[in-house]
């Protein structure tokens, strides 16, 4: 099967929108501060963004909150008028999800999972929204699986009927770019991708129920 560039549709995107001059409204769901620093270096000036924290997956609570603080301060930082939403502290959807996946590694069922679950959630709050598009900064992780999050994204496109801005931020030297910008606004960058279960394998510990 050949591979689809979703970095290249996406510059694609950009063109067309360079030409018409459009500057539709976008849904970006944000991970976090040092993910979402290079992407919306690279997209603001195309759309109209509306940043959406939502992260079930993080543990423990003051984890949550602090890359929340620190995506508060890298707009302003930044010196963009981009309104962010911040969804309240509720990390039970993300277990009961993640019930009998607990020792599988990054990447897996339960990764596949969480990444379902964030962008049904980014989708349904660009539908309310009346966003002409969403879509989310994973895609800049080598850690992250681009293609299935791409996937995802389009099949949730079509079945609630919010167009999906296709991606591939890790082009262009994006994630190198994002640990420039993490340093320049010396952002706090964590060791593990949000749950207690990345915690526990970063840190190399069995998990046990």
């Known amino acids: 099967m050949q591979k689809i560039n979703y970095g290249a549709m996406l510059d694609k995107k950009l063109e ?3 030409k018409t001059g459009e500057k539709p409204s976008l849904l970006l769901h944000a991970c ?3 993910c979402s620093s ?4 690279y997209i603001h000036s195309f759309f109209n963004i509306i940043l959406y924290f939502y992260n079930p997956n993080i543990a423990p609570q003051e984890e949550y909150s602090y890359r929340h603080s620190e995506l508060l301060r890298l707009v302003k930082e930044m010196g963009l008028d981009i309104p962010v939403i911040c969804e309240e502290y509720a990390p039970q959807p993300f277990y009961d999800l993640a019930k009998g996946l607990e020792t599988l590694p990054e ?8 990444i379902e679950l964030r962008l049904r959630s980014t989708a349904l709050k660009a539908k309310e929204l009346g966003c002409d598009y969403f879509t989310t ?5 080598p ?7 791409n996937q995802c994204g389009g099949a949730l496109a079509e079945e609630l009927g919010v167009p999906y801005l296709f991606s591939d931020f890790k082009k262009h030297e994006g994630y190198k770019r994002s640990i420039e910008l993490s340093k320049i606004h010396n952002l706090y960058r964590q060791d593990y991708c949000g749950c207690i279960y990345s915690k526990k394998a970063r840190e190399n510990i069995n998990y046990v129920d």
């Open 137 to 141: 900064t994973l895609t800049i992780s």
């Open 38 to 41: 290079y992407t919306l270096e």
């Open 107 to 114: 990447r897996g069922k339960r990764c596949r999972k969480c």
């Open 143 to 149: 850690h992250k699986d681009a293609p299935f999050i």
């Open 16 to 18: 067309e929108l360079k």
């Open 32 to 34: 976090c501060a040092p």
